[in-house]
């Protein structure tokens, strides 16, 4: 980040940066964001949550900005309303579903509007329902009809080198049909080739009319590693690992030690302020 570049837009992942891991925003991260919108700086979200899994966000955050669900399968205003939706090709979703299943992943559909899953007792169902605050559509089988509108393939398992590896093979298998990251050590997340965190740095670019070095980003996950190569500035929390600490711009504490609030505050805040007074003067 120069001294001549502003930073007009700040793009932050929700689960392990903006919440904690009991998923709670806490009241220092919400003074962080009003403070940076004071200050004349947009700030926006992106997550593998559905839309409605960031409901709870909107009204503490005053967010103005699309909302980038799905890793960027899904943008909608704040009001929810779609802006744009990515949905997978139908072949590759089958393809997709077909593969974490052989790797011994339980497999989650995600529709626009709705969350499938066949096995209710699988592991972080429950866990998954409450972040989201909406239960899963439980069926015995996964019509054909679903995978025409599949925005999103989740393979999950505790067994986190069986994901890592599910990961490898799914991007050696699909190519450049869809894009393949792990958002949680236990989650694979398979969207649109264009629905993934540095799409969504373009995508939020392009709507709300900031150059990509206009815009600083924070994430803890893999997939948040794209999204760090197209912004101006980039910080990884904390509780990231060292390879993905290895391609910020900078580092901040952990979510469990206000690593947000603190990245904003002595990071991004004092260049926009100063950026701000300059504009002033």
């Not at 077909?98 to 497999?107: C, Q």
């Not at 869809?178 to 392009?206: E, F, M």
Request: contains cysteine.
């Amino acid at each position: 980040m120069s001294d001549e570049t502003p930073i007009r837009l700040v793009l932050a992942d929700v689960d392990g940066t903006l919440v904690t891991k009991d998923k709670i925003l806490t009241a220092r991260a919400v003074a962080a964001t009003r403070a940076l919108q004071q200050a004349g700086a947009d700030f926006a979200v992106t997550s593998g949550r559905p839309p409605r899994g960031m409901e709870m966000l909107i009204e503490p955050l005053a967010l103005k900005t699309p909302i980038a669900g799905f890793n960027g399968g899904v943008f909608v205003q704040p009001d929810l309303s779609v802006i744009e939706t990515r949905t997978l090709d139908p072949a590759a979703a089958r393809k997709v579903a077909e593969l974490i299943e052989k790797a011994g992943l339980d497999v989650w559909l995600y529709t626009p509007d709705d969350w499938f899953i066949r096995n209710p007792d699988a592991p972080h169902v429950a866990r998954e329902a409450w972040t989201v605050k909406f239960d899963a559509k439980v069926v015995k089988s996964y019509p054909d009809e679903l995978f025409e509108k599949i925005v999103k393939i989740v393979g999950v398992s505790d067994d986190l080198d069986r994901v890592a590896a599910a990961e490898h093979k799914a991007r050696e298998e699909l190519g450049q049909s869809a894009s393949a990251a792990r958002s949680q050590p236990y989650y694979l997340d398979v969207t649109h080739p264009k629905a993934n965190k540095g799409a969504v740095v373009d995508t939020l670019s392009r709507l709300l009319k900031v150059r990509p070095e206009e815009i600083a980003t924070l994430g803890d996950m893999p997939n948040d590693v794209l999204m760090f190569e197209k912004s101006g500035f980039s910080v990884a929390m904390g509780n990231a690992s060292d390879e993905v600490k290895s391609k910020a711009s900078a580092t901040t504490d952990s979510n469990e030690d206000e690593g947000f609030a603190k990245a904003v505050e002595r990071l991004i805040l004092p260049c926009v302020k100063a950026r701000t007074d300059a504009r002033r003067e």
